[in-house]
């Protein structure tokens, strides 16, 4: 990590993007950079970063200070490559490199090559192979272990980038289309007894809610529904009995398993489309879902104590790995679960999208499908400024917008009671 020099830093070791941490006053100053490169040396020795950058110096303390460095990173089994002339880039202000030296820090020759491979399409920018200058901040971001949200926090600290969340994310809706709204709206009243926020729009947790449409010139009837909702929940049972006394169809059958990361049973609504009724356990894959979602938080319905805490929207697709990054460097968005054929951020609160591969998921992928998804911002006048600059190559357009494979999506201010 680099930062001005006059700043003395330690950095500790922590997933991934490196916190600034001030050296005691205690430390001599001469000191300070020898024990910080101890500390870049452990993360890249222990894999914790793929390459580290020493802080920028002026050349002559670098000279003065060449052996004892070879001395440290030899202690730690890594190599050094001096940097003359670290290539300006929108990942960090010019002025902290500007006429310094600094240590790149590496364990496997390859990074090394990488890092060579990097500075030479800087360099070479505007000729040959174009790379924007986001595309190679996020490669030197990638390159120094960072992770999405850290390489986020610094393109927007550093540069003109904003992405959705940084707009401040109050809510999700999920937006549903039915031949038959009226039967859908009783469905979500009666049988789940989900609170209304006005006549069509019905709150599932704390800050997510779904809202029943009839069929429009986008959402004509007919289309697949390429979505499925995950109602998050501890109560499984109870509402696997209460479904089945209300003759809901069941598509899948409630069946617990002991060690899986979740259980479950899947349910369908009177439009088609399917209900998940999920609840996730402490596995692997869930590690940091499961320190995001809030039980005690639970919403009640007007079924007995029934309630839900959370909510997934499920959507499928083709290319899983571009529409994860689209998610990641576009949205902004956190993953909290990677199991291989399924990504979930966590885009609110209590709200989430789970993309999934739809070879291996419920449904298939469809060029038109009956669902938007929108998000309520906190900030959407200065966020909508932003885009109707910055995103028209998303087709950017009245607060809405056609991502990749034809997923729309749309923003909001406040949530109106109609």
């Known amino acids: 990590m680099l930062f001005p020099e006059g700043m003395r830093g330690l950095l500790p070791a922590m997933a991934g993007l490196l916190l600034l941490w001030p050296v005691s006053c205690v430390t001599p100053p001469e000191k300070s950079g020898l024990t910080a490169l101890g500390v870049f040396c452990e993360l890249v020795e222990n894999g914790a970063k793929p390459i580290a950058l020493s802080h920028p110096m002026p050349p002559e303390e670098l000279d003065a200070s060449w052996s004892d460095f070879l001395r440290i990173a030899g202690a730690y089994g890594v190599e050094l490559y001096r940097e003359d002339a670290f290539p300006e880039t929108r990942l960090f202000p010019s002025a902290l490199t500007s006429g310094k030296s600094l240590l790149v820090i590496y364990r496997e020759p390859d990074r090394l090559i990488q890092y060579q491979q990097w500075r030479a399409d800087v360099r070479g920018r505007g000729s ?11 490669r030197l ?56 926020a006005d006549s069509t729009r019905f709150r599932i947790s704390s800050d997510t809610y779904l809202e029943v449409h009839p069929p429009d010139a986008s959402h004509p009837v ?8 995950a109602l998050l929940t501890d109560q499984l049972p109870d509402w696997y009995a209460h479904l089945q006394q209300q003759h809901v169809p069941i598509k899948y059958t409630y069946k617990p398993r002991d060690g899986g990361p979740h259980d479950g049973f899947v349910a369908v609504d009177p439009g088609g489309y399917l209900l998940e009724f999920e609840l ?18 639970a919403v009640p319905t007007k079924i007995d104590s029934l309630g839900f805490y959370g909510s997934i929207t499920w959507t499928y697709h083709r290319g899983l790995l571009g529409m994860q990054r689209y998610y990641e460097e576009v949205f902004g968005f956190s993953l909290v679960a990677d199991q ?17 591969d739809e070879r291996r998921g419920m449904l298939d992928y469809a060029d038109s499908k009956a669902v938007e998804i929108e998000w309520g911002l906190s900030d959407i006048d200065a966020f909508d400024s932003h885009a109707r600059k910055s995103w028209t190559q998303y087709g950017y357009r009245d607060r809405r917008w056609t991502g990749p494979e034809n997923y729309r999506y749309q923003i909001d201010g406040t949530l109106s009671e109609r």
């Open 340 to 356: 291989g054929w399924t990504k979930i951020f966590r885009t609110s609160g209590s709200g989430f999208i789970g993309l999934v």
């Open 280 to 297: 996730f356990k402490q596995h692997p894959e869930n590690e940091r879902l499961m320190a995001v979602l809030n039980p005690a938080g």
């Open 222 to 229: 007919g289309l697949p529904k390429s979505t499925a909702i």
């Open 128 to 138: 040959g192979e174009a790379f924007s200058d986001r595309e190679l901040a996020r």
């Open 141 to 196: 971001g990638r390159l120094l272990g960072y992770s999405p949200e850290g390489i986020n926090r610094l393109l927007r600290a550093n540069s003109d980038y904003r992405d959705l969340a940084s707009a401040g994310i109050t809510r999700q809706v999920t937006h549903l289309y039915y031949a038959n709204p009226g039967e859908a709206v009783a469905f979500y009243s009666d049988v789940l007894g989900l609170e209304r």
